[in-house]
Every structure is written in structure tokens, then in C-alpha cells.
């Protein structure tokens, strides 16, 4: 089945269940057994990354991929190659919330209504657990059966990604500004690396895989930046307006900590304004790519529409 | 300067010297500088990598690259790219030494005669500076100027090493020894993935930017499984024969905490006999590679006189 024959009969919810699967499938296949030595490690690694989680990452993969592949039928390769670049990205983002809810970080004992991995094996066995997820990331974006050169090219865009000058240096600059106000430049910048960097690189991955030409990889890339940042402004509102239940992991411990926010610099109505602003700058920014790109618009609404 | 030219004329200790300067000045270039933001975090990257350190894993890259050029004039792309390659090894051990020594893990306050990087900078940006050490080396290897498939295979070998069934699984079955006494099988298995995995990499990286034939890389492999043991044997043996201003880390502390180590398992005599053994195999896995694997067999008789 190519994704041209499925873009316009099914529905976009239909859509992401499908990929989700896809993604989950790939995921389990990636990962070692818990009977693989050590076993406490694997099964530590496997409770991390298979337990759920919008997969909002590897959704972008698919749909830019899909969308850079407009003009021919997505060849069996290509088809591959983005199932282990979706699941490169689910394990690079599994593996930061890891560190991220450790005792030394956040802090957190609940993650998608579970316990946290350090609290469920130990400090020591999630430190590792996140170490040994980076690289499986790594590795499975070098088993895409394309040409070697896009490969090194997708593994070099990750890598820089989630570098320090990407998602772990955002979180060095939001550790180091707990209970600080950031101004709203200076906050921008540290979402823009801290969540934002691994989410425009999925999109950019997908383009990559697809070998998308530049008026598509210019496309992808505005879109990318806007999305990227809209998805924190959402968080950040979900942290203040839902409760702990609905959102799975500890409500209002944002603002508990003083931490910089979108809606503790912007406000509420601020915050809800940019959203909606970033919101269609993300999807004009689709309109180049023509209808193969309706997933990546779809994925905007949802985006913004977690704000509910 | 070709490495033909200098392997008869110069000496070990001074081919050495010009490695390690070499691969020093390749991770200054590669490391951002302290002022890029957020620099907290570049600071403690640079702490933790530019400390010193005998550097053998790079030295393993060069000499087994030099090894494999035997035959033609090593290109200057293979040059820089070894030293690339030299820079991503030491990246990487550079990450799991201040992984290694955080609270949740050895808690170590000492390493190469300073404090380690979580006492200097704090847990949390030790952590971070570790987990952006990770993706940085990988990019170091996406930027060798060589055959983008040597690129790929080049990453996928290191996201083994050092991946849950490498370096870091090692570290877990570590971990979860502490306080028992292994057999001699399980003490192997657990040291071939913690310090055997990486140096074994080390080498045959040098093997596959060099692009040394299959006669070359069985060779390698050979000698590089036989080093990666040897390295802890002597680990071990120094633990309890080095004070702690020889060794730069506290001496003993395996003892005191009672880790399971080659001198615990086969004592003093049989871990030194041991050594001896692994020396031989790893110089006889040489012989056919030639006069050009000399700075390997160098480098595993200095790992064997580290015992003093």
C-alpha cells in the first residue's frame, strides 16, 4: 500500500493509529528482549519507551516523509527507512524524558499515569537505561536501506538535534533559569532547543528519507520552526489548565517550581494567541508542498487543539 | 607526513606524543567553545574531556588505521578522518567516565587528580554535559571524508559498543554485582562489554576508515578482544597496587566496596599470569598484518606495563 493510494480515503485520526502501530511495531522489533543480558537494563529500556506516548515524534517523520514523496510511489526502501527514522526519534525523545524525571533533573515519580523509570528500577539502571537508548537511536537510523549518503546526512541532523547546542543544551539553559522569569526572547530560544530541535528534526528526517527537493525541504523547515514551538506553548498551557489525571504526569508543577513558561510571560490569553499565530504560519508554510502534505497540516490542528 | 615515513625512524613514546597531541587538538576543534551557549555546559563538556587522560583509545584508532594503510600511502582524507574517529572514541569515553562517576552510580569525587566533573558543575549539568558528549561523537564520525558507507558502518560499530549489549550494559551487570563475587566467565563477559567493547572498537575503527581488507580486520579483531582484557586486568591489578596520587582516582575502591574485579576472582599472580597470556595472543594476532601493526603491538605492551 503506498501512501498515495491512502492520503485523501482516510480520515486523519484513521491515519495516525495507522502509523502509531507502525512505529510501535518498529519499536519493539528495535529493542532487546528483557530476556537479553543484562535483563534488568532491557526490560528497564523497553518500560521507558513502549509505554505509550502521543508519538507525535514519529508522526511527523510519516507525514513529512509522505508529503516529500508527492511526485512518485514511495519505493519499499523508502517505506523503511522511515519506520527507522521514526523509530530513531521515539528513542531519542524516550531516553531525554528518562534523564529528564531523574531525581537530579525534575524529579518526577509519574510519567503517562506510571511510575517513573528511576522510581520502578533505581536511579543507576535509568541513567543507563537513557544512555542506552541514545545510541540504539543512532543505530537505527543506520540501518535505513537508502543511499549512505542521506543516511550520514539524517544521522548528522539528529546528532546536532539533540546536541548541546539542541535539546540537552535547552534543558541545561531551563535548569540553570529555575526560578528565574526568562524574557520572552530569551524563552523562545531555550524551547526552541529544548523541545523544538528533536521535533523540527523529525520533520526534516522525513524529508530527508523522502529525498525531498529544496522547495520542499524550505517548506518543511518553516513549518518545522512553528510547530516545533507551538508544541511547548500548548504544554505549557496544559500544565496550568489540566489536571493531573488528564495529562498523566504531574499538573502545575511548572509553575509549583517557578519555572519559566510561556503563560507565566505571556499569560493565558498571550500564550493561546501565539498558538493560533504559530499555528498558521506552520500551515502556509505547507502550502508549496500542494495536498501530500495534509497529514503535516493535520498534525498542527492536533497539535494546537491540545489545548483543550 | 605519510605514516610510512615514520613508522622504523621514530620511537614509540614519540609517535605516541604526536598522536595524542594530534587527537587533543581534533577534540578542541570539536568541542564548542565555552562561550557558545549555554556555557555552563560547555564548560563542563571541556572540563570533563580536556582533563588529560592517556588518550589509548585514540592511539588504538591511529595505530590500527596506520596498520591498515600497510600497503599505499595513507590518503589525506583517511587521515583526517582518522582523526575524527580518534576524537569520537575519546568522546565517548569522556561521557561515561562523568556518567560513571555521578552519585547514582560510583560516586566518585576524584578523577585524573581533580574533582570530577559533578562535584566542579553539579549533578545535573554533569549528566547533561554527558548526554550531549554522546551525540557529538557520532557526528564526529559523520563528518570523516571517506566513502559514505565506511561512514555508516564506522557509526553502527560504535552505537554497538557502546550501546545496552556494549559499554553501558556492561556498566548495568556491573551495577548489579556490586557486593558479590563473580566467576571467572561472568567477570569476562561483564569487563568485554564495559572496557573491552569500546577499545575493541577503537581499533577496528581504524580498521574501517582505513579500509583494511578481511586478512586485516580478522587480525584486529584478534588483537583488539585480547587488549580490551587485558586493559582491566591491569585496571584491577593497579586498584590494589597503585596508590591513590599514582592512579589520580581513589586506589582500593573496588576493594572497599567489594566490586567483583580479576584480582578478587584469580588474585594478584593469576590476574598478572593472565595479563602475560592476553599480551601474547594480542601480538600474535598481529603477525600477519605485517612490520606496519608495530605501534599496536607498542601499545599492548604498554598497556601490560601499566602493572608497575
Known sequence: MSPQADVQPID?????????QQVEGMLEHTLPGGDAVPGHLHEAMRYAVL???????????????????????????????LDHAAAAVELVHAYSLVHDDLPCMDDDTLRRG?????????????MLAGDALQPLAF?????????????????????????????????????E??????????????????????????VLLGGIVAGGGSIVRDGLEKYAAAIGLAFQVADDILDVTADTATLGKTAGKDVLENKPTYVSTLGLDGSRELLRTLRDEACAALLPLGPSACRLTSIADFIVSRDR
Open 139 to 175: 543505530e537505527s537510523l543506520g540501518m535505513m536501506p537508502i543511499a549512505p549518503a542521506l543516511v550520514v546526512q539524517a544521522i548528522q541532523l539528529l546528532a546536532r538535534a539533540v546536541g548541546s547546542q539542541g535539546m540537552v543544551g535547552g534543558q541545561a539553559i531551563d535548569c
Open 51 to 81: 509505554g505509550g506516548g502521543k508519538r507525535v515524534r514519529a508522526a511527523l517523520v510519516y507525514a513529512a516523509g509522505e508529503a516529500s514523496l508527492q511526485s512518485n510511489a514511495a519505493a519499499a526502501s523508502q517505506r523503511i527507512a
Open 177 to 202: 533559569n529555575v526560578g528565574r522569569v526568562l524574557e520572552a526572547e530569551s524563552l523562545q530560544q531555550m524551547h526552541r532547543m529544548k523541545t523544538g530541535a528533536l521535533l523540527e528534526a523529525s
Open 114 to 126: 506510571r511510575p517513573t523509570v528511576h522510581v520502578r528500577f533505581g536511579e543507576a539502571t535509568a
Open 12 to 20: 486523519f485520526q484513521t491515519w495516525l493509529t495507522s502509523r502509531v
